[in-house]
């Protein structure tokens, strides 16, 4: 926490000095007060300075009220504005972090528990700032000074501060000690409740489908009561907190009363100094229910920092290259390619070979695990490989300029993914500089033109959130004009036609082979009819090359290509494209 705190409210220095003192000065003003009362008593009321005397102090009291609430809105104020800064500058840089982290990372920590991280845990640390300036000097201000003017009055009274503060400050640590934990694990099981919650929300379909409905409901409410029970027992320590401290102030205050008493008929203490020590305890007492705040509050802010730093400090594991290297004839080539998606898990690819030619069509088939879309990941530098070399235009990728290289690569994955916006908005998603002719020669050759023409508004046609409005080939196909936008050099279509019918996927293949002539293309399909006329088809099986060629080669020499054929009756019926 004092990592974060430290880098994060470094330019806010002279805030963070002028907040709390503000607060010292209300703190000085509070423990003035008990020695006015005490004069107003003793020098007021029982002795003979008259009516003039108390007014007079009356008014001291008032002007100090007035001052010590205008200091301490200046500091909520400074605060306030402090702990905002604090969360946009760290709102920033962990948005920034987040998006230089590869998808290995995204893997290793989990989609939820990062949006809980951005949110829930920047929030609580937002709040330990927050206290930080209003509370953290001012408590622990009240607590030394009551003490300290306890025994300018009695030093034989002032031991009961002592072991009043003594005690006060075991019940504090022990609190702690105990809350810590708690305050992790809730943090813990608030990244459960959160995957549980996206899960259900993206997949409420599939739920509703198999009339799942009640199952997902236990999972979700197991989880919250999980918390529930968590938030429970850090409770009852917040809750307990307030008595014990109230117990032991008040025990504190009858022995005031009990030896001052004995001090006052003796004539070694007035009436004044009692009633001012029993403020001094009454204000203390208040003081260290903040300060149970503060523990309870800097004990969340810990546990949240702890799991905010653990993002900050990840080290990225794609680092970007400097290399723009010029444009090749053999733009790909894959030299014994390993891969792995969990360090000591079996390889997802195994010594991968294959070179790729400037505008060949290259075809990529089989079963589901095959690893088709993981070359596509490794091409695209969204993880990198174990073993081996990927080059493109004869640069080793991981020296490629990161941003220059994906510009080159344009992806339509088989889940198409549209933004909240417009036609327009999404399309300048690719290409902000692309203008309406851009535009539609690109959803021309996306067959998606007419999805376009036929909406009122045209390019300025809403699209609602994950493009809901428009069907499942519809958006495939507005996907795929964003990707052309880009002008590629590279076109990857990893099974982004599967909602599509066999006579618009062979239009929309007739053009882009027609209309991006030196576009590499990459077709990652289940159908030979798609593939039956690339440059080049490459089988995989269980993470390996099976078989390379062109689909007649393949009919005859490759027994797994053979299979996938002959289990979906394929006949060859398609039309040259």
Same mark, same amino acid.
């Given at each position: ?48 300075? +008259?009516?003039?005397? @108390?007014?007079?102090?009356? =008014? /001291?009291? #008032?002007? *100090?009220? !007035? ?90 009274? +002032?031991?009961?501060? @002592?072991?009043?503060?003594? =005690? /006060?400050? #075991?019940? *504090?640590? !022990? ?403």
């Amino acid at each position: 926490m004092l990592k974060l705190f430290k880098k994060y409210l470094k330019p806010y220095l002279a805030g963070i000095i002028a907040g709390p003192a503000f607060k010292v000065l209300e703190a000085i003003f509070e423990l003035i007060v008990p020695l006015i009362v005490k004069n107003i008593i003793d020098k007021g009321l029982n002795g003979n300075a +008259g009516k003039d005397y @108390i007014l007079k102090q009356g =008014l /001291i009291l #008032l002007a *100090l009220a !007035i001052t010590g609430f205008a200091t301490t809105m200046l500091c909520q104020y400074i605060a306030c504005k402090i702990a905002s800064k604090y969360r946009y500058d760290l709102d920033k840089d962990l948005y920034h972090k987040i998006n230089t982290l590869s998808l290995k990372d995204f893997d290793m920590i989990g989609v939820s528990s990062l949006q809980t991280r951005l949110n829930n845990d920047v929030l609580i640390t937002q709040r330990g700032v927050a206290m930080l300036i209003r509370l953290l000097v001012r408590a622990p201000l009240i607590l030394i000074g009551g003490t300290v003017m306890s025994f300018i009055i009695s030093p034989r009274l +002032g031991i009961i501060f @002592i072991v009043t503060g003594i =005690l /006060i400050g #075991l019940i *504090l640590f !022990i609190v702690s000690r105990l809350s810590l934990p708690y305050n992790k694990r809730i943090q813990k099981d608030l990244d459960d409740a959160t995957n549980i919650t996206k899960e259900n929300l993206v997949g409420a379909r599939v739920i509703r489908a198999f009339n799942k409905q009640s199952y997902e409901k236990s999972r979700f409410y197991d989880s919250v009561e999980t918390i529930e029970k968590e938030s429970s027992h850090l409770a009852i320590f917040s809750a307990l907190l307030n008595p014990m401290v109230t117990v032991i102030a008040n025990v504190g205050i009858i022995l005031i009363f009990y030896f001052g008493s004995k001090s006052v008929n003796v004539g070694d203490l007035t009436q004044g100094d009692i009633s001012s020590l029993v403020n001094y305890m009454v204000q203390i007492s208040l003081a260290v229910v903040v300060v149970g705040d503060l523990v309870i509050t800097f004990s969340k802010a810990n546990a949240s920092s702890q799991r905010i730093n653990e993002i900050l400090s990840l080290n990225p594991k794609i680092i970007s290259g400097s290399e723009i290297p010029e444009e090749k004839e053999e733009i790909i080539k894959f030299e014994n390619v390993s891969f792995s998606y969990h360090e000591n898990n079996s390889y997802a690819l195994k010594d991968i070979s294959f070179n790729v030619k400037r505008g060949e069509v290259i075809g990529l088939i089989g079963s589901t695990g095959s690893g088709k879309s993981t070359i596509i990941n490794l091409l695209d530098r969204l993880y990198d490989i174990n073993e081996g070399k990927i080059l493109f235009n004869g640069v080793d990728i991981k020296e490629h300029d990161l941003s220059v290289l994906r510009k080159n690569i344009g992806i339509v994955h088989q889940k198409s993914s549209l933004f909240k916006g417009t036609i327009r908005s999404n399309l300048l998603f690719a290409n902000k500089d692309a203008t309406d002719e851009d535009m539609k020669k690109a959803l021309s050759t996306a067959q998606a033109l007419d999805i376009v023409l036929s909406k009122e508004n045209q390019l300025d046609s809403v699209v609602e959130e994950n493009g809901k409005n428009f069907s499942g080939g519809q958006r495939q196909r507005l996907c795929i004009a964003r990707a052309l936008i880009k002008k590629p050099d590279v076109l990857v279509l990893d099974d982004s036609s599967s909602a599509l019918d066999y006579k618009t996927d062979l239009n929309l293949r007739t053009a882009i082979k027609n209309d991006y002539k030196d576009t590499t293309v990459f077709i990652i399909s289940q159908r030979p009819n798609s593939l039956k006329y690339a440059d080049k088809i490459i089988v995989l099986d269980e993470g390996k090359i099976v078989g390379i060629g062109k689909h007649d080669e393949l009919v005859l020499n490759c027994k797994v290509y053979k299979e996938i054929c002959d289990s979906q009756d394929y006949k060859g019926s398609d039309s040259h494209a």
